[in-house]
């Protein structure tokens, strides 16, 4: 049996040579935020945006809602394959980076689909909840502070819809989670999380190992 193929440079450079469909709006989006403080590492890869599109056009997710919007890139991903009357929600606790994905939004002609909410999301879910509904949304994705992933998710999981999904995030976290060494807040929320999902049986999942390790939680 094969084992996971370790990807060099040159087959990373490959595999989007050959499957990257990244446009001008997405590609400009991402070189800005690269130029910013931590940009680079905090920024979603390009193929983890097509992915998220991807699943949402093959589950025909109508409602998503976001934790952890930063630049917007996965946001403009998800916003323009949504449907007609489809929506996004995405929350984050400060305008400041949301601010500098706007124009690309514009410009992509999706501002209508999306709703930023500032504040914490731990509050903004229940609100959510509150709004719309338990089993209303189709589709979320975690991509924010690492050690209230759990809270997110069980808020989410009230959110989402039996069917729906919910993708995390960084959970493979730089490959600390397997540094017995590493024993940092943040490396040791996600650790947990990953042991607690794979025993959760209100849902189905995969762990991917791609970009830096994304785990799609499908709901029962």
Do not use: H
């Not at 001008?24 to 992915?51: C, D, N, S």
């Not at 975690?142 to 919910?166: H, M, Q, W």
């Not at 490959?175 to 943040?186: F, I, N, S, T, Y």
Request: hydrophobic content about 45%; proline content about 5%.
């Amino acid at each position: 049996m094969a084992d996971q193929t370790t990807l060099s440079p040159e087959l990373l450079d490959y595999l989007r040579d050959n499957s990257l469909r990244e446009d001008v709006i997405l590609r400009e989006l991402r070189e800005e935020t690269v130029r910013y403080p931590m940009g680079y590492q905090m920024q979603v890869m390009a193929e983890e945006g097509q992915l998220l599109a991807f699943l949402l056009a093959v589950t025909g997710a109508a409602t998503v809602v976001e934790v952890g919007t930063f630049t917007g890139y996965s946001t403009l991903c998800m916003a323009r394959v949504l449907p007609p009357g489809g929506r996004l929600v995405t929350c984050d606790v400060s305008d400041r980076w949301p601010a500098i994905g706007r124009p690309y939004w514009e410009r992509a002609g999706v501002t209508d689909r999306i709703e930023v909410r500032i504040g914490d999301a731990s509050a903004t879910l229940p609100e959510l909840t509150a709004e719309w509904g338990r089993d209303s949304v189709d589709f979320a994705f975690i991509d924010a502070d690492k050690a209230n992933y759990r809270c997110y998710y069980e808020e989410l999981l009230t959110l989402v819809r039996p069917g729906g999904l919910i993708v995390v995030d960084n959970t493979l976290f730089f490959g600390r989670v397997a540094d017995p060494v590493a024993v940092d807040p943040d490396t040791m929320a996600i650790r947990e999380l990953n042991a607690f999902l794979r025993d959760d049986e209100r849902v189905d999942l995969t762990m991917l190992a791609m970009a830096d390790g994304i785990t799609v939680v499908r709901k029962r």
